[in-house]
Every structure is written in C-alpha cells, then in structure tokens.
C-alpha cells in the first residue's frame, strides 16, 4: 500500500513479487461508515487507497513482477467474488486485462514455486476455466464462468 521508489528498486533487484489487494481497502471505502464500517476505519481505508495509487504508479514504472492476490474476508470482500473485482481492478490501476490475466495465473504460480500450473500448455495440470469471453481482452469476463476442470476433470 505504501511502496515507494526505493521499495520499487530493491523489489525489481531482487525479483520479488508485489502482491497488491485493492480490493480490500477498495470495498471499505465504498461502503463508508453507511455500511457499518466506524468513521476511524473509513478515513483509514481512504488514506491508504490515496497511497496505494501512487504505490501502483512507482511499482508500474520500476517495472515490479505482479501476482494477484486476495484480502477475502476483510468486510465487504467476500470469498468467492474477491477473484473477480480484484482482477477488475489490476486494470483499473493500469494493467492490461492480459496483464491481470498473467498476474493471476503465470505470476501467481511462479511465486508459488509450482512449474506445472498457470499455463494452458503440454505438461501443465489440466487445471481450467470456461468462460463466454476473452480474459486477456476483458477482465470482467470472468463474471460468467460456464465450466471448471481441475486435473481435465469437469467439476462445474
């Protein structure tokens, strides 16, 4: 929430992943004090989102790797919806939908360490998800999931 140019230089040198949730502070400020959130947590949440839109212009210009992430569970960010507003907002901040894309799948399996998940490619794990439209030309396409497999496996 707070990167600044030094954070964003020694992230770039040493490859290390920046795992930014908006969604988290995102949701408080817009729910507001009318949504049950104290006035104190509010002006808190509104504080940071103000810094954490500088933190993804330096992160941006420093070229940091991106992996996306979730805070589900934090209020108003729900298990199970986190994925899809969170995608929606990499490309509000500035990635591409293929970017948010890639941050989501190639980027979160590389910090992870695993070498057979990310990608849909020949000795990767089956692991997909049907959708009506282009993830990598919409983010929002992941609102309407048709199928899922896991290991080729239909589940959904």
């Known amino acids: 929430m707070f990167m600044d140019e030094e954070a964003a230089a020694l992230m770039v040198e040493h490859g290390t992943y920046w795992v930014p949730t908006a969604s988290a502070v995102r949701e408080i400020v ?5 949504g049950g959130i104290p006035p104190e947590a509010v002006a808190k949440a509104e504080d940071a ?26 209020p108003f960010n729900d298990h199970g919806e986190n994925a899809l507003r969170e995608l929606e907002l990499l490309v509000e901040y500035g990635l591409s939908p293929a970017e948010a894309l890639e941050a989501a799948t190639v ?15 020949e000795g990767y794990v089956a692991d997909l998800v049907v959708l009506d439209a282009d993830p990598s030309e919409d983010a929002s396409a992941w609102r309407t999931v048709r199928q899922v497999y896991r290991e080729g496996e239909r589940v959904v």
């Open 107 to 121: 980027g979160g399996a590389d910090l992870l360490g695993l070498d057979d998940v990310g990608k849909v490619a």
């Open 30 to 34: 817009e729910a507001g004090v009318e």
């Open 49 to 74: 989102a103000e810094r954490f839109e500088g933190a993804w212009d330096r992160a941006l210009d420093a070229g940091v790797k991106i992996a996306m992430g979730t805070d589900a569970g934090t």
